[in-house]
């Protein structure tokens, strides 16, 4: 074990000291790096790929939802709101997207929200550009869609003034901000799941790049489930047994033709799951983000027993539950402003 031990520690600090310093010189040494030394990255590698293959599949057999048609209908939605308005606009992606648009409305698992939507913003996009070769092929596959559709025409952008009055102020604001920390000690009471969906509807309100949403929760609300899926990370070693209630963001890489797009999950994510854990604490629940780092032992046991496609990544976990009173809580001291911001001009 100690020569075992020793070779470890000698190989790790020829590593830092000159395989790091040598491949990181170059991009292609960086990848050669990953292909000959290193296989750190060979579970997003394949995921990526898997997710690209798993997007161009979708395109003729969406499942409730078309990653392709949310995405270019909120495209549609950005030119709608330009200012000035183009007299004509997305011509490069229009055909595909009615195309897509007809291919969701044959299908038995669209989903008739995402579908009122797309109508909605279609029906308002060709009425508001003119005459064009391109964008008239795509207006005639659009009429013939909407011959069997229900009329809509509520879902399509609208001026800033129409939103609802804020019923908080910053004050009230900052102090839930404040008010939430990560609990991780818990009452036992079981977390309702009526409160659980209240949550999620505030979550899902999240920004997300061209509205993809390409992540789902999957909760585990029985103790005993929700200790086991929380022990398979090192970050819970001695509070995971207390959890009452268990939630795995998981990202979904099928929403992207290319990997340049492979961070959204990731950042789509957190910002759903800071609302998640924002609205839990109004509803009078307590919760706690646990780290996720890609160690492949913990992502293959998370893999099966969610039952993950090979395009799907564990994102965070996330313990939900009433806040045990006597619970210790860490004091976390923040940075201050003056360490965070840093204010720029050209």
């Known amino acids: 074990m100690r020569v075992a031990h020793y070779i470890k520690v000698q190989l790790l600090e020829l590593d830092r000291r000159l395989l790091v310093p040598l491949f990181s010189a170059h991009p292609r040494l960086a990848s050669l790096y990953y292909f000959l030394v290193s296989t750190k990255f060979g579970r997003e590698h394949r995921a990526v790929l898997r997710g690209r293959r798993r997007y161009y599949e979708s395109l003729k057999d969406p499942s409730n939802s078309s990653f392709l048609l949310r995405r270019n209908i909120h495209r549609l939605e950005k030119g709608l709101i330009m200012r000035p308005r183009r007299s004509v606009f997305a011509v490069d992606y229009i055909k595909e997207t009615v195309d897509q648009y007809a291919i969701c409305m044959a299908s038995n698992a669209a989903h008739e929200a995402e579908l009122q939507w797309a109508h909605d913003v279609l029906t308002d996009y060709f009425s508001s550009v003119i005459s064009d070769a391109t964008v008239d092929l795509a207006r005639e596959v659009f009429n013939r869609c909407v011959e069997t559709a229900v009329e809509y025409g509520s879902r399509v952008p609208y001026q800033s003034e ?20 990560s609990v991780r000690w818990y009452d036992g009471r079981p ?6 969906e209240q949550a999620i509807e505030a979550a899902v309100q999240a920004p997300s790049a061209c509205n993809r949403q390409p992540f789902r929760f999957s909760i585990f609300d029985n103790p005993e489930d929700a200790a086991k899926v929380g022990a398979i990370t090192d970050g819970t070693a001695g509070f995971s047994q207390n959890f009452p209630c ?5 990202g ?35 919760s706690c983000p646990i780290n996720w780092p890609d160690i492949e032992l913990m992502e293959r046991r998370m893999s099966e027993i969610l039952g993950l496609a090979h395009h799907e990544r564990p994102i965070m976990l996330i313990s939900v539950g009433y806040s045990d009173l006597t619970g210790g809580i860490p004091f976390s001291q923040k940075k201050m402003n003056h360490d965070m911001v840093r204010w720029e001009s050209l």
């Open 191 to 196: 977390v309702p799941r009526a409160l659980l």
């Open 162 to 181: 129409a939103r609802q009055a804020l019923s908080v102020d910053f004050e009230a604001f900052y102090d839930l901000c404040r008010r939430r920390r």
């Open 252 to 286: 979904d890489l099928s929403a992207y033709p290319f990997e340049r797009d492979r961070h959204l999950i990731y950042v789509d994510a957190s910002l759903a799951s800071m609302q998640f854990m924002l609205a839990l604490e109004t509803l009078g629940l307590s």
């Open 246 to 250: 268990l939630v795995v963001v998981v």
